[in-house]
């Protein structure tokens, strides 16, 4: 079946600071793939998502890049503040399915003030 | 904002005995899900249900029985808790679109003693 993989697994920056997290998976046949993110004592939240015919997705200061060719995406967060800090989950879903998601095991940023 | 609402927010049980985790949404969504999330990896889709008094098994549902008696409440249910089970336990809800985004409650952690 699908597997996702995010990587790094964990990261600390100061704030202001730009990151970048970088997410793969394996079926060609997924379509789409939404973020969600968990802030520290919350619930898991959606953040942003791509589909398989996108490039390219920009939320204020997320920014989501996707490459088909290469089964890989990037989500970049710019002028990261102090409530940034959460997991961040990629998953993907494959076409077909009625909603059914494969997620990553998260990545877990710290920004320091 | 969606509501899901899961109980207990924790709980310890031994080995061997049944344990049952509630869940219930406000949404008026068709389908709902349990996640596992286990410590370094992602969340696993374990049963879901797209209607009432129907459920359907996910990537890993051994050990596991769900429930859906109505739409707004879904229950997870392990008859014989094993020590393997101990994990955050999350039930989310969505509409029926694919890509309808997961509206996740704030998890459950079990430990199985």
């Known amino acids: 079946g699908e597997q996702v993989e995010q990587l790094p697994s964990s990261l600390i920056v100061q704030e202001g600071a730009s990151v970048l997290i970088n997410c793969s998976y394996t079926d060609s046949a997924s379509v789409y793939f939404p973020w969600y993110k968990q802030e520290p004592g919350k619930r898991l939240q959606f953040i942003i998502d791509i589909r398989s015919n996108m490039e390219r997705k920009q939320n204020q200061r997320l920014t989501l890049l996707f490459d088909k060719k290469t089964k890989h995406l990037s989500l970049h967060i710019t002028a990261t503040q102090p409530g940034d800090s959460a997991i961040y989950f990629c998953?993907?879903?494959?076409?077909?399915?009625?909603?059914?998601?494969?997620f990553g095991a998260g990545t877990r940023l710290a920004v320091c003030p | 904002e969606a509501a899901v609402t899961q109980s207990p927010r924790s709980k310890v049980a031994v080995t061997g005995g049944k344990v049952t985790l509630s869940c219930h949404q406000t949404n008026n969504h068709d389908y709902m899900y349990w996640y596992r999330q286990d410590t370094g990896h992602g969340l696993r889709l374990i049963h879901y249900?797209?209607?009432?008094?129907?459920?359907e098994k996910g990537d890993i549902p051994d050990g596991y029985k769900a429930s859906r008696p109505s739409q707004e409440n879904f229950s997870l249910i392990l008859e014989l808790a094993s020590l393997s089970q101990t994990a955050v336990y999350f039930c989310a809800s969505s509409g029926r679109d694919r890509g309808d985004t997961l509206y996740f409650g704030a998890g459950t952690r079990l430990s199985v003693l």
């Open positions: 998953s993907a879903r494959l076409s077909g399915s009625f909603n059914k998601l494969t």
């Open positions: 249900s797209y209607v009432a008094d129907s459920t």
